[in-house]
């Protein structure tokens, strides 16, 4: 399996952008404590939804082991759950793998036989 992971770049920039939703949250949450309780509420809720985003994207930005956005497998290499739960072994995803292989660019199916990638033009590994 081959998976398409974000850069580090990305993934700081969204930690320093969860920074300043925390602020923000922080103001939100003082100025409407002023004049209703249950306002604050949605600036308590920002906060900590803010809080998780800055620390997995500043995990994910520092980590050896990033998230993957996107895994591309063979259809042998792990079978789809709600086929065999469904009984429906062939599946469009089957149909897809009869290429053979993914361009690991840009994942477009690629035949076997082709040596470059018909859809952006990369030499095939």
Do not use: H
Request: proline letters at 6%; a positive charge; glycine letters at 12%.
């Amino acid at each position: 399996m081959r998976s398409i992971k974000p850069g580090r770049g990305p993934s700081m920039m969204s930690g320093v952008v969860g920074i300043f939703m925390i602020g923000f949250g922080i103001l939100w949450t003082v100025m409407a404590a002023q004049s209703s309780g249950v306002v604050a509420l949605f600036g308590v809720l920002w906060i900590c939804i803010a809080i998780v985003i800055t620390v997995f994207s500043f995990k994910n930005a520092a980590g050896k082991n990033r998230y993957s956005v996107y895994d591309i497998m063979d259809g042998n290499e792990e079978p789809d759950p709600l086929n065999e739960r469904f009984g429906n072994p062939q599946s469009a995803r089957d149909e897809r793998t009869s290429y053979g292989k993914y361009c690991p660019y840009c994942g477009a199916a690629a035949s076997n036989e082709f040596e470059y990638c018909a859809s952006c033009g990369k030499k095939l590994p």
